[in-house]
C-alpha cells in the first residue's frame, strides 16, 4: 500500500503560480511513476503530467507544457507541480497517483493509488 497526500492548493490570480506537493508513504517510493491528474467540477478526471522513477522522463499534457513543471524528490518521498502563468481553465482538483510501473504512463486505469486531492482555483 501507498498512502499519497497532496498540498499546496488554493486560490490564486490568472498569471499567478502555486506550487503542489505530494508527499507518499508505505512502499519504496521510487518504484513507481508518479502523476498528477486533475478533475474541473462536473467533468471528467484528466492526465496533467507524469514522471518516471528516477526522475529522469517527464510527459505532459499539452494545455501545460511551458507552464508547468513535475519533479520528484525520492529521499524525501515527495513530488511537485509548479505551476506557473496559472489560466481560469487549470481550476480543478488536482490528485497525485502512484502507478506501479517504471514507465511513463498517462490514463488513470494504469495508476493503483490516489490521494485525496488539492483544490486550485484561479480568478480572472
Known amino acids: 500500500q501507498v498512502q499519497l497526500v497532496e498540498s499546496g492548493g488554493g486560490l490564486v490570480h490568472a498569471g499567478g503560480s502555486l506550487r503542489l506537493s505530494c508527499a507518499a508513504s508505505?512502499?519504496?517510493?521510487?518504484?513507481?511513476?508518479m502523476g498528477w491528474f486533475r478533475q474541473p467540477r462536473g467533468k471528467e478526471r484528466d492526465f496533467v503530467a507524469a514522471?518516471?522513477?528516477?526522475?529522469?522522463?517527464?510527459e505532459y499534457v499539452d494545455s501545460v507544457k511551458g507552464r508547468f513543471t513535475i519533479s520528484r524528490d525520492n529521499a524525501k518521498n515527495t513530488m511537485y507541480l509548479q505551476m506557473n502563468s496559472l489560466k481560469p481553465d487549470d481550476t480543478a482538483l488536482y490528485y497525485c497517483?502512484?502507478?506501479?510501473?517504471?514507465?511513463?504512463?498517462?490514463?488513470?486505469?494504469?495508476?493503483?493509488?490516489w490521494g485525496q486531492g488539492t483544490q486550485v482555483t484561479v480568478s480572472s
Open positions: 497517483a502512484a502507478a506501479s510501473t517504471w514507465v511513463l504512463v498517462a490514463n488513470n486505469y494504469e495508476y493503483n493509488y
Open positions: 508505505g512502499r519504496t517510493f521510487s518504484d513507481y511513476t
Open positions: 514522471i518516471n522513477w528516477s526522475g529522469k522522463s517527464t
